[in-house]
């Protein structure tokens, strides 16, 4: 499976900040899912990204594909409690069968 | 749309015992995966089946660890005999067909095991 590199690795931010996680590849991606895992829960699927430079929005959250197919992000605008878990940027290239899971980014949003 | 199903939800076992999980995807989807998930990392893909047969079985440990989905539906995974660090939780998760890139996939509640 493709490999990419997702940081920060952990974010801790006072309700009502913004975040942002970001997932970088060194070969181009064919698409890119985004997955979220509440703590004790299981992964569950947010969006799907397919075209360069794509953005879509999910009321608070903001995805981006980069034009060059390379690099992805998600955005938090005025994080909530609720917004607590881990994301996953999960890549495919276009040949992969299989979805493959990075560590993700663990983010804590302080009362 | 009843969800992916996995029993048990918890199971406690001492090392070199043998344990069985049993999913039950979405119903009409093709492609089944198992998960190993290690505390504090993402999930790491053990199996694919396609339907009734294995597309993908890389990183599955065969010498103690094996996986069926006989009828093409359900599936169980098995560890014999078990490890301390197969201690882990175990997700099963499926998808519509599995054979582009684009398939979305949907998770059960995952098995936690514990093996002391």
């Known amino acids: 499976g493709q490999q990419v590199m997702q940081i920060p690795q952990y974010q801790h931010v006072q309700e009502g900040e913004d975040f942002t996680t970001y997932c970088n590849s060194s070969?181009?991606?064919?698409?890119i899912q985004w997955y979220k895992q509440r703590p004790g829960g299981h992964p569950v699927f947010l969006i799907q990204?397919?075209?360069?430079?794509e953005v879509k929005k999910q009321k608070r959250l903001t995805f981006q594909f980069g034009e060059a197919k390379k690099n992805s992000s998600l955005h938090i605008t005025a994080t909530q409690t609720t917004d607590v878990g881990t994301y996953f940027c999960?890549?495919?290239?276009?040949?992969?069968?299989?979805?493959?899971f990075g560590s993700g980014t663990q983010l804590t949003v302080l009362p | 749309e009843a969800g992916v199903a996995q029993s048990p939800r918890y199971k406690i076992i001492e090392k070199r015992q043998s344990v069985a999980f049993w999913c039950n995807p979405i119903s009409g989807h093709a492609t089944l995966y198992w998960y190993q998930q290690i505390l504090g990392q993402g999930p790491k893909l053990l199996i694919q089946?396609?339907?009734?047969?294995?597309?993908?079985d890389s990183q599955l440990p065969k010498d103690r660890f094996s996986a069926e989905r006989l009828k093409g539906v359900d599936s169980t995974l098995k560890i014999q005999p078990a490890k301390l660090e197969d201690s882990a939780v175990y997700l099963c998760?499926?998808?519509?067909?599995?054979?582009?890139?684009?398939?979305?996939?949907?998770f059960g509640p995952g098995t936690r095991l514990t093996v002391l």
């Open positions: 990204l397919v075209k360069s430079g």
């Open positions: 999960v890549p495919s290239s276009g040949s992969a069968r299989q979805l493959t």
């Open positions: 089946f396609q339907n009734n047969g294995v597309v993908d």
């Open positions: 998760a499926s998808s519509y067909s599995g054979l582009g890139s684009t398939d979305t996939q949907y």
């Open positions: 070969t181009t991606l064919s698409n």
